[in-house]
């Protein structure tokens, strides 16, 4: 997968050239590439582009697995998918303020995500829950919320549980009604 940004000022038509793969352990090759710049800019989406993403940091060492993660690799991440038109990317990093401020200033300068927010580190997936535990609920979709304002998130949508069907999809409605109570969406 090889991404291409053209400038915009580029003039229309095709253009060629070639892409050197240097792998470690074999000799380089060329690859041909051809391109075709057309006379016109791609419109703005109309709809929210979003993907599962794990942003729990680690403090330690890079990674190659798709969970804990250094700060760079999470920006590194969030620039990729940007590039690629995923510009509203899922966070699960649990509520913990210090480490969502990190991951929100993160996502502020890569341009990603800051006016509708998709949250999964509090789930609203609750089959039948008890009027003590809606009632805790919305003190801690109200707590986030109030924390993730000021940052600019407008529209902050909370995680209900999917793949869900029939009366286990049903079961989750209390739980869903409590997170609009509080001004809060569900995704």
Known sequence: WVTVQV???TEPGRYTGAITVSPADAEPQQLALELTVL????QAPDMLYSIYYYDQPNDGEPTTSYRGKTPAQIEADLRNMKAHGILSPESRR??????????FEIRRRV????????YS???????NPTEERLETLKKELT????????WGFKDI?????DERK????KAQRPAWQAARDVGAKVW
Do not use: H, S, W
């Open 94 to 103: 649990a509520f913990e303020r210090d480490k969502m401020a990190e991951l």
């Open 39 to 42: 006379p016109f800019d791609l």
């Open 157 to 161: 949508y909370f995680y209900g549980a």
């Open 143 to 150: 707590e986030f919320m109030d924390f993730a304002r000021p």
């Open 111 to 118: 341009g990603v995500g800051m006016e509708t927010l998709l």
């Open 166 to 169: 029939g009366e286990a999809l």
């Open 121 to 127: 580190g509090i789930g609203v997936g609750y089959n």
């Open 7 to 9: 400038p915009p000022d």
